[in-house]
């Protein structure tokens, strides 16, 4: 068969796009088709390193496991990292290609991008017999239309027919979904095949009479109405989400998060929370310190602001106290805030140039506009500091980060057997001394063994038995968690549009 394309849209951000086609990817995989996920330009502090070393979102890494395939950074060209100053890092095929205002990204940098995403979307159509796309935000922004680079500009591009998902869960979801349809002009709205209302709680036969109406005033069938299901517990796209999640809060083990204003790849603490008497708390301005078994300082955007941020509210002097009594763990701009000094002669993190850092590890970090380190690593835990018990075992993660790093009078946490670490070429990774350790490794928490290592010296200080390395109940939940969304689909929507635009010629 030749390659069909069916795109999601929505009536607004967050509606239920990412998870609509991680669930489209698994159903018609089942079915025995080879399916790829895509989105063409995609605005997100929540990424990952591909097996080609290339940088991609998260959701599509999802989407692509959903699919039961690799990802590849074909699957989302585009990458848009939100900096300071209203500009973004874009990233082009996985890599850097500079900062940019959106003036600076519309006028000079479009046609650009545009090439990047036929190219990816022909090498995926060239592959797979269907191709799932996202789009981002809404397809009704007016404003947009002309230089849409992520909706019905994709559609077009793409031969997509598109199903139209609306969040009932914020209110006025018919609204929603006339006004989106209404601000479209008929070549667009033309590709729309159908509508899902998602998110919904309550009685479906009070819904009824809106749902019939709705249809009526459109001309465009719903397809069916998704429940809200909390035990779905799947990866988060982008920060803004970090406002509507809700981590465990109760346990006997309290490991506490800075949120910082800038935070990525804040997944990294998602398996913490599947630890057996572990409680995550998210600590914002504000916020006590107090009780708390251990401290994360998760990746950042900008090292330099959000290190400031901490001082500014307090928090870097608490951390430091509290290091004498509890372990604080840094991820790589977490874990370059940990030493004695950032070096940025250059401006690259911000306007405020070189700062001292918590100065809980001896080592400096500098900016040196050298690029960006992007790689999937492995390393060898040395056993220094905390992690004695565990020395030689080998974790796996990714790295991202601009930042290299000189370690002083302290040891390495890892020696790097894949990937980069601290530096270019010294072969080692982050430092632990003490309470105290960071790694430059994305993912760390996703290993076991690890992350069990970790929350059972937090167990055993609190006079806790210690528990046994069996049973790791956060992969267990993300293929759960997968296959029940495409349960929940297949369940609750006609899949007969989607179907025949499969099966049609």
């Known amino acids: 068969m030749s390659s069909k394309c069916i795109m999601v849209q929505g009536t ?11 669930a489209l990817c698994r159903i018609f995989s089942k079915r025995g088709y080879q399916v790829a996920p895509f ?10 390193t591909t097996h080609e070393n290339r940088e991609i979102a998260v959701a599509q890494v999802l ?11 074909h699957m989302n060209p585009i990458l848009l990292k939100p900096k300071e100053d209203f500009t973004s890092q874009v990233i082009v095929h996985g890599r850097p290609a500079g900062n940019m205002n959106f003036q600076e990204y519309q006028t000079g940098f479009r046609e650009t991008a545009l090439k990047a995403i036929k190219e990816s979307l022909d090498y995926l159509k060239e592959r797979y017999d269907i191709i799932v796309i996202e789009g981002a935000g809404s397809p009704a922004e007016i404003n947009m239309r002309g230089r849409d680079l992520a909706n019905m500009e994709i559609a077009h591009l793409a031969d997509a027919d598109v199903i139209l998902v609306a969040d009932i869960d914020r209110g006025g979801v018919f609204a929603s979904i006339a006004g989106t349809l209404m601000l479209l002009d008929e070549r667009d709205r033309s590709r729309i095949k159908g509508v899902v209302i998602n998110k919904f709680r309550g009685n479906l036969d009070i819904l009824m009479p809106g749902i019939e109406r709705i249809e009526e005033i459109t001309g465009v069938p719903v397809l069916g109405v998704l429940p809200y299901d909390e035990s779905l517990k799947l990866p988060e796209e982008d920060s803004a989400s970090l406002a509507e999640r809700k981590y465990r809060g109760r346990g006997d083990v309290k490991i506490g998060v800075m949120r910082l204003p800038r935070i990525s790849n804040f997944t990294d603490i998602d398996p913490l929370e599947y630890e057996e008497d572990v409680a995550v708390r998210l600590i914002e301005a504000g916020d006590s310190l107090d009780g708390l078994d251990a401290i994360i300082i998760p990746g950042t955007r900008n090292t330099i602001s959000d290190l400031m941020y901490l001082r500014e509210n307090g928090f870097a002097d608490e951390i430091r106290d509290l290091s004498r009594e509890i372990p604080v763990f840094g991820i790589c701009g977490g874990f370059q805030m940990l030493g004695r000094r950032i070096i940025d002669e250059g401006l ?8 001292d850092g918590l100065n809980l590890l001896d080592c400096k970090t500098t900016f040196t506009g050298d690029g960006k380190i992007i790689s999937q690593s492995a ?11 565990l020395a030689g075992e080998t974790v796996e993660g990714y790295e991202l980060h601009e930042g290299t790093t000189v370690l002083g009078d ?7 057997k894949r990937g980069f670490g601290n530096t270019y070429t010294m072969g080692f990774d982050g430092a632990a001394d ?9 993912g760390i928490f996703h290993n076991f063994r690890f992350r069990r290592y970790f929350t059972n010296i937090l167990r055993e200080r609190k006079g806790l038995e210690k528990l046994d390395y069996v049973d790791d109940h956060f992969d267990a939940s993300r293929r759960f968690s997968i296959d029940r969304l495409a349960e929940i689909v297949e369940e609750n929507m006609d899949l007969s549009i989607i179907e025949d635009i ?3 010629d």
């Open 379 to 389: 390393g060898e835990i040395t056993g220094a500091g905390l992690f004695s018990g």
């Open 63 to 73: 989407q692509a496991e959903a699919a039961g395939i690799r990802p590849s950074y």
């Open 39 to 48: 989105k063409s330009q995609n605005m997100s502090l929540n990424s990952f």
């Open 502 to 504: 499969i099966e049609g």
């Open 12 to 22: 607004s951000s967050s509606a239920g796009k990412s998870v609509l086609v991680a």
């Open 410 to 416: 302290v040891k390495p946490f890892l020696k790097v």
């Open 348 to 355: 690259q993190e911000s306007k405020l140039g070189s700062v």
């Open 434 to 442: 003490g309470n105290v350790a960071g790694t430059y490794f994305h």
